[in-house]
């Protein structure tokens, strides 16, 4: 596995991008990192003895698309439950279920450990990516907290967290440029005599102090 940080970072990347409003609640970004670290609760099972290609084992169901969607069409409406997320329900979804999903994808990116069960329950066939570039991270705190555990450290920071913090970036860009498109849009509001109101509050403001002077110099 790549370390649960790391999974929780690039979930929250995800979300970020995937997320119905500019702004999210807490409530949101808890869900997307714990959604993005809960696969590998799976080691518990470890001393069952329940290895692949048994489902129930490491990187078996827990870390399958079904899996996924099914937890996302939990979480969200328990989450979520206002009118004002009815519109968003699918987005929301989807946000989880990527989120959840970009384990099982960043898993089959490392160089080690077992398959994964993208399609269990329906097949208990292991995949792993061809290409790997993640270390493996060590299972545990002690070995995590090791020479080995820095080591995936220093790999995480390259291959999940800068790529996470780049899907943010670009997720905001996206967002203020959409949000720009309507500054400077009108809309006839016959009601108030008004032909000039913004559909936005947010000129920028030098625009404000631009159309103020004009006014003062108008009363001249
Ligand atoms: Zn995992």
């Known amino acids: 596995?790549?370390?649960?940080?790391?999974?929780?970072?690039?979930?929250?990347?995800?979300?970020?991008?995937?997320?119905?409003?500019?702004?999210?609640?807490?409530?949101?970004?808890?869900?997307?990192?714990?959604?993005?670290?809960a696969p590998d609760l799976d080691v518990v099972v470890?001393?069952?003895?329940?290895?692949?290609?048994?489902?129930?084992?490491?990187?078996?169901?827990?870390?399958?698309?079904?899996?996924?969607?099914?937890c996302a069409a939990l979480v969200v409406p328990l989450l979520f439950r206002g009118v004002e997320w009815r519109p968003h329900r699918f987005r929301l979804w989807l946000a989880v279920f990527a989120a959840m999903v970009s384990h099982a994808v960043l898993d089959a990116l490392t160089n080690g450990g077992q398959g994964i069960a993208f399609f269990a329950p329906f097949s208990a066939a292991r995949f792993h990516f061809p290409w790997q570039p993640i270390r493996v991270s060590?299972?545990?705190?002690?070995?995590?907290?090791?020479?080995?555990?820095?080591?995936?450290?220093?790999?995480?920071?390259?291959?999940?967290?800068?790529?996470?913090?780049l899907l943010i970036l670009v997720a905001r860009l996206v967002r203020a440029r959409h949000a720009g498109w309507g500054t400077y849009a009108s809309y006839p509001d016959p009601a108030h005599g008004d032909h000039s109101r913004g559909l936005r509050t947010s000129r920028p403001a030098s625009a404000e102090a631009h159309v103020s002077e004009g006014h003062d110099r108008s009363r001249r």
């Open 1 to 37: 596995m790549a370390s649960a940080f790391s999974h929780a970072v690039f979930a929250s990347g995800l979300g970020a991008a995937g997320s119905p409003r500019a702004r999210m609640p807490v409530r949101y970004w808890v869900a997307l990192a714990i959604i993005g670290a």
């Open 46 to 70: 470890y001393p069952a003895g329940l290895n692949a290609p048994h489902i129930f084992g490491h990187r078996g169901i827990t870390h399958a698309l079904p899996f996924a969607a099914v």
């Open 138 to 165: 060590p299972i545990g705190l002690t070995a995590f907290f090791s020479l080995d555990g820095l080591r995936v450290i220093q790999n995480e920071l390259v291959w999940v967290w800068l790529p996470s913090a």
